[in-house]
């Protein structure tokens, strides 16, 4: 990872310098002693740096008469990483530059990173174009003055442009969620519970870019965080969630418009700087098609619904079915044990962890929907099978998730058609990606295709679509809105 840190420009004024963060190397005091005129910073609650530059921290620059036609600010940020988002950072910037105005940044070397590669290179790259969104464009790049660590830095030097961006881009804060639901009614004529905003995004589990103009948002790009087995290996990604645009805005998918823009903020941001290896999410084909002909996506795979008629409502000789009480530690590893089984076969794809941490979570603790959780076990033998979540609809049963080793998932399928006719309802019915439609078993399913992408960014660095094509388990339960 990248960290900002000081640099002396003999060619220029010594200008401002604001210092974010926790300094602890008391360099506001050399950079005192050398005529600059320095401001602090602390650290903000949530511990980003970044997060102050938009508040009290860029503001504080110059004096009372000067401080809204600054040309020149150095930026010293100790024990910050360019991996947080940096949209704070230009937009402060923005605020307190006067229009030709410049900021230099540095770029410090860590031990695992060569400034000379063409992988950092890009990052270099991910973080100008940000600043461009922002009303930055690059300057020429000043030589720090020469001391031994000269050769660990890169210096960075941005100007603002003369006229301010159309939308302003920034992280959703939490202050906003009003404005957030407000979006979402107009983009999908529906209502949302701020309880299932804070269950998606709240305590850190999911991050959002918008766009906004004149105080309105007009553009969202969510993301929740993911625990997934990635060919075996654990990994976290970001599964892509409320994208949604104000229906009066024109351009909706082009690379004027909104949507391109925080969609491609948030690729430069989560999958590029910060190194996030995977995303995903579900798109219509129509708007996966238009992403993908902008360059932001390519299609790795897609769902099927895979529908059943109630079963024979007798009990199996084989297996039974209970529902299964998360207070009990026996139930709980059995859950773990499942899950284990099921990592082991699928270590040849990609599979969204489900541990019971993970099931208490997305199925025991959702603010606003019951699932019915149900441990199928051997009759003869009390074994564990597979784990069922179950959701009943006025007209059928929705099959929404199982843990369970492959050879058994045709057993969790016909206890699922049993309890569906013994729960009076026609059918039961699932989302599935579509080379796995036949590990479900039984030739009687009907499958429909749902008109739903999955894809994979390429707008940034990440692993081929070749590789990922076709290697996602997905479920509905995968999904943030079922």
């Known amino acids: 990872m990248e960290t900002w840190s000081v640099a002396v420009f003999p060619e220029e004024s010594p200008g401002d310098v604001l210092v974010l963060g926790s300094d602890r190397t008391d360099t506001a005091s050399v950079l005192t002693a050398l005529g600059y005129g320095v401001s602090r910073c602390g650290s903000s609650a949530s511990g980003s740096a970044a997060a102050d530059v938009g508040a009290s921290g860029v503001g504080s620059l110059g004096s009372a008469e000067s401080r809204d036609v600054l040309q020149l600010v150095h930026v010293v940020l100790i024990g910050y990483r360019l991996s947080e988002p940096p949209l704070a950072l230009f937009n402060g910037l923005r605020e307190r530059l006067a229009p030709g105005g410049r900021a230099n940044l540095i770029v410090s070397r860590q031990s695992n990173d060569d400034l000379e590669s063409a992988a950092y290179a890009r990052r270099i790259g991910y973080l100008r174009a940000i600043a461009a969104r922002c009303g930055f464009v690059s300057d020429r790049e000043p030589e ?35 404005r957030f639901v407000g979006l979402f009614k107009s983009a999908f004529n529906q209502d949302i519970d701020v309880a299932l905003w804070r269950w998606k995004y709240g305590d850190g589990r999911g991050d959002a870019i918008i766009a906004e103009t004149g105080g309105r948002l007009v553009a969202h790009y969510g993301c929740t965080r993911r625990r997934v087995r990635f060919f075996g290996e654990p990994i976290v990604t970001v599964q892509i969630c409320d994208v949604m645009v104000d229906p009066r805005e024109r351009g909706i998918m082009t690379k004027s418009g909104a949507m391109f823009l925080t969609a491609a903020t948030f690729a430069e941001i989560f999958l590029g700087l910060q190194g996030v290896p995977l995303g995903y999410g579900f798109p219509s084909r129509r708007h996966e098609r238009l992403a993908e002909t902008l360059g932001l996506y390519a299609e790795v795979g897609r769902l099927m619904e895979v529908r059943w008629p109630g079963g024979d409502t007798r009990a199996r000789l084989a297996s039974r079915v209970r529902h299964l009480d998360p207070e009990q530690a026996g139930d709980r590893r059995a859950v773990e044990r499942l899950w284990s089984a099921m990592a082991r076969d699928f270590e040849d794809g990609v599979l969204a962890i489900r541990d019971w941490s993970y099931i208490a979570y997305r199925y025991a603790a959702h603010p606003l929907n019951h699932y019915e959780l149900l441990l199928v076990t051997s009759r003869l033998t009390g074994r564990p099978l597979g784990l069922l979540v179950l959701r009943k609809g006025n007209d059928a049963v929705e099959l929404v998730d199982l843990v369970a080793p492959r050879s058994n998932l045709p057993v969790l399928v016909d206890q699922a058609r049993r309890l569906t006719a013994l729960w009076g309802l026609p059918s039961v019915f699932c989302w599935i990606t579509q080379q796995h439609v036949s590990a479900l078993g039984g030739p009687d399913g009907e499958v429909k295709d749902l008109d739903i992408s999955i894809p994979t960014s390429v707008w940034v660095d990440g692993p081929a679509p070749e590789r990922l094509r076709d290697r996602w388990w997905l479920m509905s339960g995968d999904t943030d809105f079922h």
């Open 144 to 178: 720090a003055r020469s001391h031994p660590q000269s050769a660990q830095r890169r210096c960075l030097s941005f100007v603002r442009a003369d006229r301010d961006p159309r939308w302003r881009v920034m992280v959703l804060p939490e202050r906003d969620v009003p």
